[in-house]
């Protein structure tokens, strides 16, 4: 007779108790994923006597590897991790000694954890992963003895940038001890100097606020602009300081603004499903923006999640005969997970069932939780290179604008975010035809709308190559692809005279042939500045006339009006 779970659940709720607990102690990776990554590279190099061979010649023949990489100045063996190395101080020993062994030894770990014959790939992809952090762990850039320029700095300060370093350390324990958020040494509070862009929130439900801009033009396009950020981050990046404010920019070029702005859920919330981010978000919102306009369509846009979640609800539209939208801008957006990056590292099903108990616990994913997972994937950049400079440098750095928002971290509910992780990211429902809304199939290819496809070229969330794939799906008029660089957040808030920005563009008619990415990015010339110049062109030609500013819709919804940034991006 088959084993069933009892109807009382009693065991489910001692299993995610137990995962719940597990998961503080280890950044919420599932130690049976983990466990069944390093088991099945270990099992496949224990049977494979021919590997352990090479193997045991490659430590045999290292020293002399070492010797030739030392003679070698341009140290080009060393691949991309020389431009972590350009202190002048690394070409002479010692350093060159530790730089060479250093560098030789990811190129092995490289080579010996994704060699393996038989490992399942994502397996092979994840043990390498893990070697990787050890590794950047020793790196000699890391540790006062072995960095030169760390020697030199010292040397020349005569050790107060240690001093500076350890008054650091005591600070951020101190903070950590007491729950200090690094908002509160923060310059930037959001209302005083960032989501400014004058406005008023003209509906709000238990899901989001709708925030419509004041016109700061004599006359406006006809044809308004709905943005929809993404649920996992608080909606001002789009609004940051005046200067570079994508919403200012766009009601300085005559545009009527609206924006969505997401509650943070809280256990409350824990049974809001991804449809009522579709209904409550999305299309409440088209109602609201409606009311004010009537009969003019709407220019969606749409950033990460929140482009992701504009394209299902324009596929939906456009099963159900509804044509309100005008065009889709999606922003650091994917609709195609299948190459969604180093974030699969930690996506599959093992590691998801561990996710959804500590999801179920809590009633929601705190931002916070997953931030683990985003640090280790740029280890070098977001953890060991911040350590050296703060407490081994000495450097203070106060947060920016983008560093501020960043720190602002949200909720995500944990049926919604559990239908995102399991039916969109792993198992690619949307792109492949399964993704249901109201009961119903919703495809890409239905949509038949204009898009300007936006991607960024130093993208961990959202690779470029994942973002172009839309190309292959969308049965669009066209499709005007960017990429644009910098990252997946400082490449989208790139207005026009930063310093050292530049992007391709490039227009797919429909009917024309499909270019892959590679290719495109040979034939596609570079231009300098800011993309949102050409993609206001863009939305302009698409906007009809000019004509006086429509009044301020009047409030609707739950609660009180207020005036933005509204209320929702102040919960905490």
């Known amino acids: 007779m088959m084993w069933k779970r ?68 341009s140290g ?3 691949g991309l991790l020389d431009s972590r190395f350009t202190d002048e101080g690394w070409s002479m020993e010692p350093f060159l000694t530790f730089r060479c062994l250093y560098q030789l030894g990811c190129a092995r770990w490289h080579d010996l954890s994704l060699g393996i014959p038989g490992v399942e790939p994502h397996h092979g992809e994840f043990v390498s992963f893990l070697g990787r952090q050890w590794l950047e762990l020793f790196s000699p850039r890391n540790c006062l003895a072995t960095n030169p320029g760390l020697l030199r700095q010292t040397r020349d300060e005569k050790g ?28 930037f509070e959001v209302g005083r100097n960032i989501g400014v862009t004058p406005g008023q929130v ?42 570079n404010s994508m919403v200012a920019y766009l009601v300085g070029q005559g545009h009527t603004v609206f924006m969505v702005s997401w509650k943070n859920p809280g256990t409350e919330d824990r049974d809001v499903d991804f449809e009522d981010y579709l209904e409550l978000g999305v299309m409440q919102a088209l109602g609201a923006v409606e009311t004010v306009l009537p009969g003019r369509k709407v220019h969606g846009v749409g950033y990460c999640l929140g482009g992701t979640l504009l394209a299902i609800a324009a596929a939906a539209m456009a099963r159900d005969g509804d044509d309100r939208l005008k065009s889709l801008t999606l922003m650091a957006a994917q ?41 280790v994937l740029r280890a070098y950049d977001l953890i060991w290179s911040r350590a050296v400079n703060r407490y081994i440098k000495g450097e203070h750095q106060p947060l920016n604008d983008l560093m501020s928002w960043n720190a602002d971290a949200t909720r995500m509910p944990s049926r919604m975010h559990s239908r995102y992780l399991r039916d969109l990211f792993l198992n690619n429902d949307f792109s492949e035809g399964r993704f249901k809304v109201q009961g119903r199939h919703v495809v890409i290819s239905d949509i038949h709308l204009p898009i300007f496809l936006v991607a960024t070229q130093r993208d961990h969330v959202a690779p470029w190559t994942s973002v172009y794939k839309l190309n292959l799906a969308a049965d669009a008029r066209s499709i005007t692809f960017v990429l644009t660089s910098g990252g997946h957040n400082s490449g989208i808030v790139s207005e026009p ?21 590679e290719q495109w990015v040979k034939e596609t010339p570079l231009k300098e500045g800011s993309w949102w110049v050409d993609w206001q062109a863009w939305l302009m030609a698409a906007s009809g006339k000019q004509g006086t500013p429509p009044a301020m819709g009047r409030f609707s919804g739950e609660g009180e009006p207020s005036p933005a940034p509204g209320r929702y991006v102040f919960g905490r």
């Open 6 to 73: 009892s109807e009382d659940q009693n065991g489910q709720a001692l299993d995610t108790l137990w995962h719940a607990l597990q998961g503080h102690w280890t950044m919420n990776f599932s130690p049976v994923a983990t466990g069944l990554a390093v088991g099945d590279w270990m099992s496949h190099l224990a049977n494979s006597p021919g590997t352990q061979a090479e193997l045991w010649l490659g430590a045999v023949t290292f020293p002399s590897e070492v010797q030739k990489m030392r003679e070698d100045s």
């Open 76 to 78: 080009e063996d060393g």
């Open 160 to 187: 107060e940038n240690l001093w500076r370093g350890v008054g650091h350390m005591i600070e951020d324990c101190h903070d950590r001890l007491m729950g200090n958020s690094p908002l509160d040494d923060s310059d």
């Open 202 to 243: 003209i509906y709000r439900n238990e899901l989001m606020e709708l925030i419509q801009y004041s016109p700061s033009t004599p006359h406006v396009f006809s044809d308004p602009v709905l943005i929809v950020p993404a649920w996992i981050m608080k909606y001002y990046i789009l609004d940051l300081s005046p200067e």
């Open 335 to 375: 609709t195609d997970f299948t190459e969604a990056g180093e974030l699969m590292l930690f996506i599959d099903s093992a590691q998801l069932s561990f996710l959804e108990d500590i999801m179920r616990f809590q009633g929601y994913l705190d931002i916070g939780q997953m931030a683990g997972a985003f640090q």
């Open 497 to 517: 005279g930063h310093p050292g920005r530049h992007y391709r563009i490039a227009t797919r008619h429909e009917g024309d042939i499909y270019v892959p990415p």
